[in-house]
């Protein structure tokens, strides 16, 4: 399903804006789960399209895409929000000969702000719905589990749109690698992940987090 069918499919749902105002550094929302049943969804979370349950490998649990069929795919969780707000989480992903799997996390519900790795371009990419607005080089290593952070912050008149990825294990970046000003205000939306299996193997989630974080 491409980025356009599920931005009208969020619309049909009728998603409704919670705010959640808080300081710079609070938690808003956090879910690594283990206390979540394998083969089930969170209850909290709006599954667009795609196959997402909880899995268990080697006692640790996280929710899994499967390998097929080779689309797009994404849920929304935590709360909704436009601005001074950043998502982070790891994702796993494995590539196949020449096949490489596509995966990410997103701010601003469906039509926002999304940071995703694109190993088969070896490239990180910053989108604005469908167009990219940022990319920069990227070195993913496969079977490997990958750090996301993506944050929107107010800055006087525009918005900060400011990712940063990194290999578990690594350290991690302690500035943004990849930056858009936005100059258009942001809508309210909860925040997502996106994946698409194109290498035909699964893509695990985890540890998904929302922090409130300091705008201008």
């Known amino acids: 399903m491409k980025f356009g069918k599920l931005l009208v499919l969020a619309a049909v749902c009728g998603l409704a804006a919670t ?3 808080a300081q710079a550094g609070k938690t808003l929302y956090q879910n690594d789960f283990e206390k979540a049943a394998v083969d089930s969804v969170p209850d909290d979370f709006l599954v667009l399209d795609g196959g997402f349950a ?5 006692g640790n649990k996280f929710i899994e895409l499967p390998g097929a069929p080779l689309e797009t795919y994404g849920f929304l969780f935590g709360p909704s929000e436009k601005e001074n707000l950043a998502v982070t989480a790891r994702i796993h992903g494995s590539g196949k000969g020449r096949r490489f799997p596509f995966f990410g996390v997103g701010l601003s ?4 702000y999304r940071l995703m790795v694109a ?3 070896q490239m990180i990419e910053l989108y604005k719905g469908e167009e990219v ?3 920069i080089p990227d070195k993913w ?7 996301f952070h993506l ?3 107010k800055t006087g008149s525009t918005w900060k749109v400011e990712g940063k990825v990194w290999k578990q294990g690594d350290a991690e970046p302690k500035a943004p690698v990849i930056s858009f000003e936005e100059k ?3 809508i309210n939306g909860r925040p997502t992940v996106w994946a698409s299996p194109y290498a035909g193997t699964p893509i695990k989630f985890d540890d998904l987090k929302v922090v409130s974080v300091s705008g201008s």
């Open 19 to 21: 705010q959640a105002h």
């Open 54 to 58: 909880v899995k268990e490998a080697e």
């Open 109 to 112: 519900g469906v039509g926002g």
């Open 119 to 121: 190993p088969a371009k």
């Open 133 to 135: 607005v940022a990319s």
């Open 141 to 147: 290593a496969s079977g490997t589990w990958t750090q």
């Open 151 to 153: 944050q929107v912050r």
């Open 184 to 186: 258009e205000e942001p």
